[in-house]
């Protein structure tokens, strides 16, 4: 089944670069002022510029769209977040703007342990349903998939209902989720006076069931002063891998710890967060084959340092953006915030900041061969936006852009009113 889309305002496939990651700088992106792009059975078949247009493509289409006066790029992907929970922390964003640090908050037993016990009451259809209706507000700001850990439970049952719900989630909405068990985020209060024991269980029972029922793809371990050390992370993630799961780490966050290092030892497919990697930390990177997801919202909303973006971009490391959504860090729905942020506080340029949210955050999720860029073969999933280029993206703060996301060639989202006004 043929789709064909033409006249396109302004079109950014990234098809410049080549079938790894972006690396380095990039001051600009290639753009086709009046495109086109067609869809054979949900993959792209050609895109470019009208010029090369080819008539007889519309013979048998299923549809002929004209989108004049639109930007279309490569749907957005969030390659972090921790989307199914229940409950949120507003109190404690209130605390934090007194001056309680999160740490402080997350040691006197609030924080991620308060969302564990909303997330262990809630049910698996509470849950399911939280879920349906946040991807449907990360569908309407352009996203077209997303990655969601679990790591609310770190029980038995509740990581599995979490997962189970990532799996439900995949079918049921047409965002696509990429699952990561994360039962190592932090310990729960049962195991509360053997760290060690948790661990065990942790490798020993739950990573062997997350395998078994085939619920995740990854798996992600907080390794950071007050939750897991390096020796705790690499035994979790060395045996994750070992049953076929690859390796994700929520690295240097809150201290400095290694985590960069460990990510890089592991070739972990992504290395997140980073505010406070080290120098040896990024060399061990740049030798490495691990993509850095950044993720500007959290240093933003916790008030710290963000990431040295521009020391990993200098240093060849590929960089992705995600928001991390999630009820007490960062509960960031919207990831064309983050290219914002990413770009006012981790000065990236504006085309840095679509790469980072497309192609490299493909990347940081393993699907850097399907998604993440508008090259023949890949899946067609694009946006087309209510403005004339890429750079106003991360410029038009907050407002409402897409008008059209579309799924393997097929509209999955429409603006109920079309948006006139913005268009130039
Ligand atoms: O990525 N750091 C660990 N996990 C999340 C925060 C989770 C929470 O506060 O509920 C993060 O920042
Ligand atoms: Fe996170």
């Not at 963000?306 to 999630?326: E, G, Q, Y």
Request: negative net charge; charged residues 25%.
């Amino acid at each position: 089944m043929r789709r064909v889309f033409k006249h396109i305002g302004r079109l950014v496939t990234l098809g410049e670069f080549g079938e790894g990651p972006a690396r380095g700088p990039i001051p600009q992106l290639v753009t086709v002022a009046d495109g086109f792009l067609v869809a054979e059975d949900g993959r792209i078949r050609r895109a470019g510029s009208m010029r090369d247009y080819e008539p007889g493509w519309e013979e048998g289409a299923a549809e002929v769209r004209s989108l004049p006066g639109l930007l279309v790029t490569p749907g957005l992907i969030d390659p972090h977040t921790h989307t199914v929970f229940a409950g949120w922390r507003a109190d404690e964003f209130a605390r934090r703007l007194q001056g309680v640090s999160y740490q402080e908050i997350m040691a006197s037993g609030g924080g991620i342990l308060r969302t564990v016990a909303a997330t262990r009451a809630a049910s698996e259809e509470e849950l399911f349903e939280l879920g349906m209706n946040r991807l449907d507000q990360m569908l309407r700001r352009g996203v077209t998939t997303v990655e969601i850990k679990s790591g609310y439970g770190l029980d038995l049952d509740t990581e599995l209902r979490q997962l189970r719900v990532n799996r439900r989630l995949d079918r049921s909405h047409p965002v696509d989720v990429v699952s990561t068990y994360m039962g190592a985020h932090l310990v729960p209060p049962e195991y509360r006076a053997s760290p060690e024991a948790y661990v065990d269980f942790v490798v020993g029972e739950v990573l062997p069931a997350v395998r078994a029922g085939g619920l995740a793809e990854f798996c992600d371990v907080f390794c950071d002063a007050g939750a897991f050390d390096l020796d705790q992370a690499r035994r979790i993630l060395r045996r994750a891998a070992e049953l076929g799961m690859g390796a994700k780490l929520h690295a240097d966050e809150l201290e400095g710890s290694g985590g960069a290092e460990l990510a890089a030892e592991l070739g972990a497919i992504s290395g997140d967060h980073l505010l406070r990697v080290s120098e040896a930390g990024v060399e061990a990177l740049a030798a490495g084959v691990t993509v850095a997801v950044l993720l500007p919202g959290t240093s933003f909303f916790l008030r710290v340092a963000p990431a040295p973006a521009r020391r990993l971009i200098d240093r060849a490391i590929p960089v992705a953006l995600a928001t991390d959504f999630n009820p007490g860090s960062c509960p960031l729905i919207d990831l064309r915030m983050a290219m914002t942020l990413g770009c006012v506080s981790l000065n990236l340029t504006p085309a840095e900041a679509l790469v980072a949210v497309t192609l490299n955050a493909a990347h940081a999720v393993g699907q850097g061969a399907a998604i993440g860029s508008l090259r023949e073969g890949k899946y067609a999933d694009f946006v087309a936006w209510s403005c004339p280029d890429y750079t106003h993206l991360p410029y038009f703060l907050g407002s409402d852009l897409v008008e059209a996301v579309y799924k393997r060639g097929q509209a999955v989202f429409r603006r109920p009113q079309p948006c006139s006004s913005l268009r130039t």
